[in-house]
């Protein structure tokens, strides 16, 4: 074991919770995401933001916790938003539909702005 | 390593009494005190006697010069019987002795030492006894050496606790066949024995296992329909094991129920739809992508007609009967399971004489190349992150145009052989199916 598999990283910003998911996301490590995800803390009316840009891999268990984490932020009453989406995963994204139903933005900052000026 | 010196003489502790005792009448602590120096004189020569250890000491030809009671003991000689008339290597088995000769002895000569040998020693009335063996060779003030001293452990207990580990281990070998056997009956449950058998048409399908120990959740089916219609349906669902063979077969049951009373392909979808988003949702979604396709035949031109429904799923590879390939895209449609409202997109062609049409799940354009050369594949293999290059859906479409025009059965084949070339690199279950209309008599002969 030289890395683990996947790591994750929760910051607040005054959207919401940021969610940084890096390295592989599969069906060894989607339970550890599932698992984080009651313990974010979302308002309503804010965002969550996934931001992807270290994900290295991601199968349909990846794509179940992403699903997971929609529902989540629906539960609260919140929005929820991609950054920087890998294209291995948007490819994913495109086949199965999922690019209709996540807004993607190219990083983390981006989907901050644009949460702002709908709040606004 | 080297041995002892000879001025390293035992008994050290019984030369310096302790002084506790020369204070009577210093009441308690004295007391111990003088208990704990009478044990330390009384230890030496008990320690050696009657060690929880065996304790010999041999000379360099190998007699028995000195052992210890607890050894007599175990092995039932008295000391007469050993001291000067044997040697160490007399009270091995017959393949210990051998051992001894071979490794034994040429390494204690080497290294000075010789630690945790597990030997077998054999008692005076013929039982045998397992033991761990250690030795050193002691050596004079010029480093010459006098004479090899040897504790003996008993490994009784350790040999009853391997033979406990190997019956574990065969114990666990069996019950992982099992498992298999239960995942590979698990699966085969969920697949059709065989495929119907639908007039006017070459059907073949496929299921590639890609671990004997997790049931993978890949599915597909082919059944009758009223009026003459037959459906069909293949997807994936997310996931592996038992949760997501729970999946699979409700997926499979709604599909078929659903066709029987709306054989619509878009229905029969938004139905299954309904019955997976009210079945998993919340912190535990379990999706599926699938195509379902309703056959109709064509009466007055001869094949059929295919309505195909996608519900996120890879498209179909069409490859007509002149050669010509193309994927058949239903673009928009989306997951089944998740999201309430899930689009579906379908699409229908005509299937005529000579045509034929695969579906497939993604295990086959998912699987690594990197790690197998000659793929067939012409470099169109996808790149994911980290340079893990996959076959790619590109691959699979130059792969169909080579084949074209083909049969079901040609096709499975085709497909059989290129997961076999992939190898390890296909880490995913992987389901195909395939539906051709044969050409008539006549059109053979052209």
Known sequence: MTQPPLTLRIRTAPAGAVVELAGELDHQTAPGVRAALPGLELLPGQQLVLDLGGVEFCDSSGITVLIAARNHALAAGAGIALAAVPEHVSRIFRVVGLDQVFPAHPTARAAEAAWRSTAS | ?446
């Open chain 2, 1 to 446: 390593m080297t041995g002892r010196t000879s001025g390293d003489e035992e008994g050290g502790p019984s030369e310096h009494p302790g002084d506790g005792g020369e204070h009577p009448g210093d009441g308690g602590p004295a007391d111990e005190q003088a208990q704990f120096s009478a044990l330390l004189e009384d230890s030496a020569e008990d320690l050696y006697e009657h060690a929880p250890c065996g304790y010999l000491s041999s000379l360099l030809d190998g007699r028995i010069a000195k052992i210890n009671t607890t050894l007599l003991n175990w092995l039932g000689y008295e000391r007469d019987d050993v001291l000067g008339r044997i040697s160490f290597s007399d009270l091995l088995t017959a393949g210990g002795r051998l051992y001894h000769e071979t490794h034994y002895v040429p390494l204690l000569r080497m290294q000075g030492e010789v630690r945790g040998i597990a030997l077998e020693l054999r008692a005076a009335d013929g039982t045998r006894l397992p033991v761990l063996v250690t030795s050193e060779v002691r050596t004079g003030g010029d480093g010459q050496p006098l004479l090899i001293r040897t504790t003996v452990f008993d490994a009784r207990d350790r040999r009853a606790y391997e033979t406990e580990l190997l019956r574990a281990r065969k114990e666990a070998d069996r019950e992982r066949e099992r498992l298999q056997r239960l995942a590979t009956t698990l699966q085969r449950t969920l697949l059709p024995p065989a495929l119907a058998n639908v007039p006017g048409l070459d059907v073949s399908a496929y299921y590639h296992i890609a671990s004997v120990d997790e049931v993978g959740g890949d599915f597909y089916d082919l059944f009758p329909l009223a009026d003459g219609a037959w459906g069909l349906f293949l997807g994936d669902v997310c996931g592996k094991g038992a949760a997501a063979a729970a999946v699979t077969s409700l997926t499979r049951y709604t599909l078929r129920a659903a066709a029987v009373y709306d054989p619509g392909p878009v229905a029969v979808l938004r139905n299954l739809n309904t019955v997976l988003n009210h079945e998993y949702n919340g912190d535990d979604p379990r999706f599926c992508t699938v195509v379902f396709g309703l056959l109709t035949p064509d009466h007055d031109r001869g094949g059929f007609h295919i309505t195909l429904a996608s519900g996120g799923h890879p498209p179909a590879l069409l490859m007509r009967a002149d050669g010509t390939t193309d994927l058949l895209p239903t673009p928009g449609g989306q997951l089944i399971g998740v999201l309430p409202d899930a689009h579906i997109a379908a699409t229908t062609v005509r299937l005529a004489p000579g045509d034929t049409l695969l579906l497939h799940t993604d295990g086959l354009t998912e699987a690594h190349v990197n790690s197998t050369a000659g793929t067939g594949s012409d470099g169109h293999g996808g790149v994911t992150g980290g340079g893990d290059a996959r076959y790619g859906d590109d691959a699979l479409l130059d792969f169909a145009r080579a084949l074209a025009p083909t049969t079901a059965s040609d096709t499975v084949g085709a497909i059989r052989d290129l997961l076999d070339t992939l190898g390890s690199g296909v880490d995913d279950d992987t389901a195909v199916l395939a539906i051709h209309v044969p050409r008539p008599p006549s059109g053979e002969q052209q």
